[in-house]
């Protein structure tokens, strides 16, 4: 089977792209290093060390003996590159990570909320419309996010996509089923909400096969692959725009920086390891929608956790102090999130919750590469709107980092 994986360069993209490969998946990276020119921009790097993609792309021929292929290309702006591709390499499938990622960067300022819904949109329909061109039955697995449903307490187990609701008519009252009522809290969630309405039309219109994958936040940093070889490794993002909330948590304990909660830190949310994301692709692309089907939408995630006891359960494990902040989002104080997550475990996942053994990998990592850190990259100071920066210039509640802990058993 062959599979072009677009922003293979990312979190996401780089390690399922080598999960693909080694069982036997003809891989195809599509990415233009954007994320990477986003950290020059933000004047941070990655806390583990990142080599070029021709230096990944090598190390893997080296240890697992198989090719990858790369194509540097704006998926959302080089369309007949874009179709000329589909129609040269004759994928089965394509996933689609080639969208910025961040809710905070989203929201950072006016050019970052244009370059947010330019990229992503025009990204997405231009991989839809290339398809339809291309003339080729390509099941398209994309990932989107939980964050389309919102985090306010909808008082109900939140389906995978599609809600049965009951509607009034003049002829008494009559069944229908609709996609799950969105709710983005971001311009990030946004263009994720109208990628879902993209993929109703054209899986409507054209008949293109589509999985619409909503991810929890991914935590953990390695997987297999990535752990094999130094020169293989993931990214591991710690700063305020793209640093997962857990990631966060246990890169501040392993430096001893005090654990920064926003608020009240009675955020719910979803979670999902980064090894389990991969295997939640691999079982996507094995059972595609059959043509004229409507989407596939899929939960990914695993558990869903409170903020606050995250950031108390890591302090159990290290010892690391927790400081609430003000929070720079505009969001509910407080939210239940009940998930149903059926189909992937119907389709055998196994999944990989907190456990601390595995959170303890991701701090080893953290002190490992710890003299890359730079702490004053890790408050989160994007904010949603004025109000909220208003409040984030109050006096800091954090205070200066302090020596490093050693981990303990809780």
């Known amino acids: 089977m062959r599979v072009l994986v677009l922003g293979g360069d990312g979190f996401c993209g780089w390690p399922t792209a080598l999960h693909l490969s080694a069982r036997g998946w003809d891989v195809c990276i599509v990415d233009n290093l954007s ?4 950290d020059n921009e933000l004047e941070v790097q990655s806390l583990t060390p990142i080599r070029t993609m021709g230096e990944r792309i090598a190390a893997w ?3 697992g003996g198989k090719t990858i292929d790369f194509v540097n290309m704006t998926v959302g702006k080089e369309f007949d590159r874009l179709v000329a591709l589909l129609n040269d390499w004759k994928p089965d499938s394509v996933v689609h990570f080639a969208e910025q990622r961040a809710a905070p960067y989203s929201m950072k300022s006016a050019r970052h909320k244009l370059y947010t819904v330019d990229n992503n949109l025009n990204a997405t329909n231009h991989l839809l419309a290339a398809i339809v061109e291309s003339g080729r039955d390509i099941h398209l697995a994309h990932l989107g996010t939980m964050g389309v449903y919102g985090y306010t307490t909808a008082g109900l187990r939140i389906p995978e996509g599609y809600l049965k609701i009951t509607v009034e008519t003049d002829f008494g009252p009559t069944e229908q089923e609709i996609l799950f009522p969105p709710n983005p809290g971001s311009i990030y969630h946004m263009t994720k909400t109208q990628d879902a309405l993209l993929f109703q039309f054209y899986a ?6 589509i999985t619409d994958l909503h991810q ?10 990535t752990r094999q070889d130094e020169r293989l490794i993931n ?11 857990l990631n966060r948590f246990l890169m501040q304990a392993a430096v001893g920086y005090p654990l920064t909660v926003h608020g009240t830190g009675g955020q719910t949310r979803a979670f999902i ?8 692709v691999e079982l996507a692309l094995k059972n595609p929608p059959k043509t004229g089907d409507r989407v596939k939408i899929l939960n990914q995630m695993t558990e869903s956790r409170r903020v606050r006891d ?5 302090a159990g494990m290290t010892g690391a102090e927790v400081h609430n902040v003000p929070n720079p989002r505009q969001e509910a104080d407080e939210n239940e999130l009940v998930v149903a997550n059926d189909q992937f475990r119907e389709l055998g996942l196994k999944p990989i919750t907190l456990a601390e053994g595995l959170m303890q990998d991701v701090t080893e990592i953290a002190r490992r590469y710890a003299d890359r850190a730079d702490l004053s990259k890790v408050p989160c100071v ?3 709107n004025g109000k909220r920066a208003e409040a984030i210039k109050a006096p800091p509640a954090v205070a200066a980092p302090v020596a490093p802990v050693q981990a303990r058993s809780a």
């Open 35 to 38: 994320r990477r020119n986003i």
């Open 61 to 63: 021929r080296e240890i």
């Open 204 to 209: 409507k219109n054209d008949g293109v096969r």
């Open 216 to 225: 929890g936040i991914v935590w953990g940093a390695q997987t297999e692959e």
């Open 235 to 245: 990214r591991f993002d710690y700063d305020g725009d793209y640093g997962t909330v």
């Open 273 to 280: 390891h980064i090894q389990d994301t991969v295997r939640c």
């Open 310 to 314: 995250l950031a108390a359960m890591i």
């Open 382 to 384: 994007s904010t949603w």
